[in-house]
């Protein structure tokens, strides 16, 4: 069968890479993809992620069995919907069902309603209203614009004035426009950070291992967030007793939860959790796969991807399986100045051979089709598995040693809190 992958980045490499090593697949195509994906045998298409009729056009002139959509606004644009109008099947929820992402005070409401434990919060549109209640409750105390905001919109603040500004840029200075328009005011949890992701139709999932990502641009968690500078699976220091209390407290409610209110839920569903000492809580969901968590775990999977994506899709049981033992890491190469501005046409060094895989998002090859040219924020991944943490650090942070990584950057402390450090 031939398939479609909607989306450009890391996240969609890893996915139509994996999709591409099934037998039963002769042939991926990335819509609109990023140069760096043919080196893996991909076709790009050249039609963005809002040409919906397009796509549409697309697949059913070239007998695409179904559509994998990674990225959240296509989700929350309603792509899977106009696919399923039109008669054709794609992986992904619905944008009501994605509304779990594309709201936050969606996504609390729901959360409320079933029981699942969050921080709690309170909405705003009105600023003043904001102002008394983050005064009211006292730092620290985090800020989040209720829309989309490409990660970036969330504020941990460690004082009430920062809490106050942040409110401020959101509601009365459109920092984020209409995504700021409201914000969502919530408790600080502390604790240690997970995601954990699950495949999904209806009452159908299946828990994927869980990942750690790195959101800060620095070394040390210093800098602004991004959206993601590295990732490792599985947590090795996460017993699977918080996994099973996860998807009991969770992820059942929640898809069983969207079933009641008649959203029911098709794709990956994304938890972002917190565990707190009073157990996991949920700092966010998103409707569709991590990036950069996609490419440290796909390669985990040792069952047919597009096999098991196809049962989903089709609501028969599936098995995955996965590597046991070990640990998948892998570390973003970004372009300097990222997650603010930043400069293009870096020479990218070569693709890695070997057991190193090189997944790439910001990457155009220049004018004379030779290199590969950084195009982006983040721009390439190194991902490898190794024996632990610091045996796959090792592999990574020598390959990267080695490389020529003018005009870019990368963090050199992935995986580092798994050490203790
Ligand atoms: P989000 O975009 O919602 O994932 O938030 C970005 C980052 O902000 C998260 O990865 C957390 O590190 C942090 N964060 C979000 N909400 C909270 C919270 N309630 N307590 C502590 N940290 C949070
Ligand atoms: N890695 C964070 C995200 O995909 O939202």
Redesign the pocket.
Known sequence: MKLLVVGSGGREHAIAKKLLESDRVSQVFVAPGNDGMTLDGLDLVSLGIDEHEALIAFAKKNDIAWTFVGPDDALAAGLVDDFEAAGLKAFGPSKRAAELEWS?DFAKQIMVKYGVPT?SYATFSDFEAAKAYIEEQGA?I?V?ADGLAL?K??V?AETVEQAVEAAREMLLDNKFGNSGARVVV?????GE?FSLFALVNGDQYYILPTAQ?H?RAYDGDKGP?TGGMGAYAPVPHLPQSVIDESVRTIVQPVLEGMIAEDRPYLGVLYA?L?LTDKGPKV??FNARFGDPETQIILPRLTSDFAQNIDDILHKRPTELTWLQGGVTLGVVVASNGYPLDYEKGAVLPAKTEGDIITYYAGAKFGEKGEALLSNGGRVYMLVTTAGDVSAAQKKIYQELSQQDTSGLFYRTDIGSKALGK
């Open positions: 936050k921080a620290p985090v989040k990660g919109g969330v941990v919530e408790e600080f949890l502390a950070e990502d959101k967030n972002g917190i700092i966010e």
